[in-house]
């Protein structure tokens, strides 16, 4: 079975400009989260999504971070405007069910300079 | 909310047995899972304890104790390749959502 495919695998932007990450979790699976993980900690939830609605958002700084999921398979998740503490590596993952095993993507590694 | 902690580093020499534990606080308790992930990569899903008891697959074991909460990963006959960090995570309070823990970093040594 495929994985959860993530894409770009790395980016460097300035502060300030915009970036998009995509999302393709792995085929039925209903659940879709995006999760921020910074250098040396653990990853932190930003939004989950269940098949294309949103069951939390509560640690989405919404004033400058987006996220759809379209037609409840891909998603994306938009930065608009970056900030230099916004450099951290946006793991995407997904699962058959909520609270179920995860299966994460290889990870956007964002530099924001 | 939810809280975890582990410890920051851990070494052990290959052949060895290494365990790292987890604490965790929360207001309501859904299970405790285990993740690998290797410098650059993906985490892995390793385990997942809902009941008091260890659970055993292949050369890892994972422990759970509801009434203390704390939880351990057990790592037998140690391999250059388990080198990574490893996370312990548990639901959120509404058991949707994974909360990590900081994580812990195993160096296997030769």
């Known amino acids: 079975e495929a994985g959860v495919a993530q894409s770009p695998r790395y980016k460097i932007i300035e502060k300030r400009q915009s970036v998009a990450f995509w999302c393709n979790p792995i085929s039925g699976h209903a659940t879709l989260y995006w999760y921020q993980q910074i250098l040396g900690q653990g990853p932190k939830l930003l939004i989950q999504?269940?098949?294309?609605?949103?069951?939390?958002d509560s640690q989405l700084p919404k004033d400058r971070f987006s996220a759809e999921r379209l037609k409840g398979v891909d998603s994306t998740l938009k930065i608009q405007p970056a900030k230099l503490e916004d450099s951290a590596v946006y793991l995407c993952?997904?699962?058959?069910?909520?609270?179920?095993?995860?299966?994460f993507g290889q990870g956007t590694r964002l530099t924001v300079v | 909310g939810q809280s975890l902690e582990q410890p920051s580093e851990v070494t052990a020499v290959e052949g060895a047995i290494v365990q790292i534990n987890c604490t965790y606080q929360t207001s309501g308790f859904y299970g405790l899972s285990w993740y690998q992930q290797h410098d650059g990569g993906a985490p892995t899903f390793l385990s997942y304890n809902a009941l008091d008891g260890l659970e055993e697959t292949g050369r890892f074991s994972s422990f759970l104790s509801r009434s203390d909460s704390y939880g351990y990963l057990l790592l037998q006959e140690l391999q250059m390749k388990d080198s990574a960090s490893y996370f312990c995570a548990v639901p959120d309070n509404y058991g949707q959502n994974f909360v990590f823990g900081p994580g812990t970093r195993l160096s296997v040594l030769p």
């Open positions: 999504f269940q098949n294309n609605g949103v069951v939390d």
């Open positions: 993952a997904s699962s058959f069910r909520r609270n179920t095993e995860a299966f």
